[in-house]
């Protein structure tokens, strides 16, 4: 019998801690495929972040270390500068790289660090039960912003694409979305492009992967694909911001 | 052998090299600086890595990672840095990444002064940072030992799988003396958990998350029984006129130097005085202090805080000798200073 579908060798056999209609797994699963389709995965660490995905360590099966909250980025630069060889990619929520570690994230773009950073934007602290992170929509209801995010109060959220790609260190910087298949697509095309960009020593790379939370926004999981199409991407437009061709 | 005139900070970073240090990772603070410039210098040429970091955060957790490929990486810092490096540095206890630590102290709390202080001895020796843990802490008292305890530090930090601090006075750090250079090191350990992609093996994982009881329990009281190793091999101090001494001091770092003067001078006057110099702040020389407990009649701690060490002697001592403190802040006392404190003890115990 021919074999059609398969699960990643990227991945481990552990079954995912994810809530139903979550999109961890998917993004998960679109690593794995990369590192598989270019043959890396003994080749890549990976660091995963505090948060939903603290337990992403024993999902991919390759090297990987867990860090400190928000601190992913400052681990993979002193790797990569010791192992410039390897591959090395951070995989963060919001609350981790836009909220207590913007200052990792944006100096990791600033020195043009070469490693790829994976940030799913789901507009909340999903594991510690749904607060507000810098992401979170204006008018977004959550549990530290009971009466909805407002600009007076809470400011503005965090574009954190639009933000990384100014930088000059910033070589490839793409945001995607997992509500529909086509983005599905679009989305590994995007990693496969940041983890290339990485293989070519251009500078740091990022996919900020507009994600769901259907358990903290209080949705089906099909309602919260809706969402993300309705309300995520008019504030967080998908596509390239920043392509580097050359060093 | 070479003999070279070196500042203690340039001696440290000398020493780290000799021992195969090839990635710093730090943030400019008086008065460590002179560390990171030296590295700065030296590194990129031996093909290190060397990365000044945008806050002590970062630098600490580019050990984490720095360490987890195997390399052997230093920080160094000073009171408000080490103060912020202390949730990595707890990190790293956990997951038992070897690392060299350098506080070259000044005075606090908050932003305190430049001066030379011993005021962080508590944070150095109860861990630091959240959680069950200790780290290894030497206290040098030349530019030599700045140069010797780097490449000791590197040994134990690899052979225990933990992080070592180097705890020097600023004054130390800027102090010019000459330097007997060491050989390099050119054997280093097996490292068989690092994480650099897993070619030929199954992959390895850093991570201090154990989400369930046993395996919480488990892990402490795996980095327990390792301190308690720690402790039973590594103390180690300095005895100074020991033999028939009615008065001893303890003192680490430079001061302790400064107060072997005391000491002769005293002794010159008729005290029987004598020095115990902690090498090692963290695992204590308990059983240097519990033999003068027998044969003394009163110890005095010197220290630049306002009695931190102190608590540890009288631990030792268990209440069999009486534990005097003498402290200053901000200041390196000058011999005369301590001498005097010995002949006022010594002249109302009646001793002289």
């Known amino acids: ?247 | 052998m070479k003999k070279v005139l070196m500042k203690g900070n340039e001696a440290l970073a000398e020493g780290a090299l000799i021992a195969g240090c090839r990635g710093f990772f730090g943030y400019p603070i008086t008065p460590s600086s002179e560390i990171a410039e030296y590295m700065a210098r030296k590194l990129p040429k031996i093909g290190g890595a060397f990365i000044q970091a945008e806050s002590e955060l970062a630098a600490i957790n580019m050990i984490y990672g720095g360490s987890s490929t195997g390399t052997r990486v230093m920080t160094a810092s000073s009171g408000p840095g080490i103060s912020l490096k202390q949730e990595g540095i707890s990190f790293i206890s956990d997951a038992e990444l070897p690392c060299l630590i350098v506080n070259v102290s000044r005075g606090g709390p908050g932003l305190g002064g430049i001066q030379p202080s011993q005021a962080d001895y508590f944070q150095a020796t109860r861990g630091g940072g959240h959680g069950d843990y200790r780290i290894i802490v030497l206290a040098p008292s030349s530019s030599q030992e700045m140069m010797d305890l780097a490449i000791l530090a590197f040994e134990l930090a690899d052979k225990y799988r933990t992080p070592v601090m180097i705890m020097a006075e600023g004054t130390l750090g800027n102090l010019m003396e000459p330097v007997i250079v060491r050989e390099a090191v050119t054997e280093f350990p097996d490292k068989p958990w690092v994480t650099t992609g897993c070619v030929g093996r199954k992959p390895n994982v850093i991570n201090t998350l154990h989400l369930s009881q046993e395996e919480l329990e488990g892990r402490n009281r795996h980095l327990t029984e390792k301190y308690r190793m720690i402790s039973e091999n590594e103390k180690r101090a300095e005895s100074f006129l020991l033999d028939d001494a009615e008065i001893v001091v303890v003192a680490f770092g430079l001061l302790a130097r400064i107060i072997k003067k005391s000491v002769m001078e005293a002794r010159k006057k008729g005290v029987k005085a004598g020095l115990i110099r902690p090498v090692t702040l963290w695992p204590f020389p308990d059983e240097h202090i519990q033999a003068v407990s027998r044969t003394a009649r009163i110890i005095l701690s010197v220290e630049i805080n306002m009695g931190q060490m102190v608590e540890d002697i009288r631990l030792a001592a268990g209440g069999k000798i009486p534990v005097e403190f003498y402290g200053r802040i901000g200041f390196t006392p000058n011999p005369e200073e301590i001498t005097r404190q010995l002949l006022f003890i010594a002249e109302r115990e009646g001793l002289l």
């Open chain 1, 1 to 247: 019998m021919k074999t059609v579908f398969k699960k990643p060798e990227s991945l481990t056999d552990a079954k995912f801690h994810y809530c139903p209609g979550c999109t961890h797994g998917i993004i998960h699963r679109l690593i794995a495929e990369c590192l598989d389709e270019l043959k890396i995965r003994e080749q890549t660490i990976g660091i995963c972040p505090v948060g939903c995905s603290v337990l992403a360590y024993e999902y991919f099966n390759c090297d990987m270390l867990e860090a400190a909250h928000g601190r992913a980025p400052a681990i993979a630069t002193a790797m990569k500068r010791l192992l410039p060889d390897r591959y090395l990619f951070t995989y963060q929520g919001d609350g981790d790289l836009a909220s207590i570690g913007m200052g990792e994230i944006v100096h990791a773009s600033l020195r043009g660090e070469k490693i790829t950073v994976i940030f799913v934007n789901n507009t909340l602290y999903g594991m510690t039960g749904g607060q507000m992170a810098p992401t979170t929509l204006l008018g977004q209801v959550t549990t530290t912003s009971p009466y909805g995010r407002s600009k007076d109060w809470e400011g503005y959220p965090a574009k954190m694409a639009e933000l990384l790609a100014q930088n000059e260190g910033s070589a490839y910087i793409c945001r995607t979305a997992v509500n529909d298949p086509p983005n599905v697509v679009k989305t590994k095309r995007a990693i496969k492009k940041a983890l290339q960009t990485q293989a070519r020593g251009l500078g740091f790379s990022m996919v900020e992967v507009l994600s769901t939370c259907p358990t903290n926004w209080g949705l089906s999981p099909v309602e919260a694909m809706k969402w993300v199409e309705e309300n995520m991407i008019p504030y967080y437009p998908l596509g390239e911001f920043k392509v580097k061709e050359e060093k």
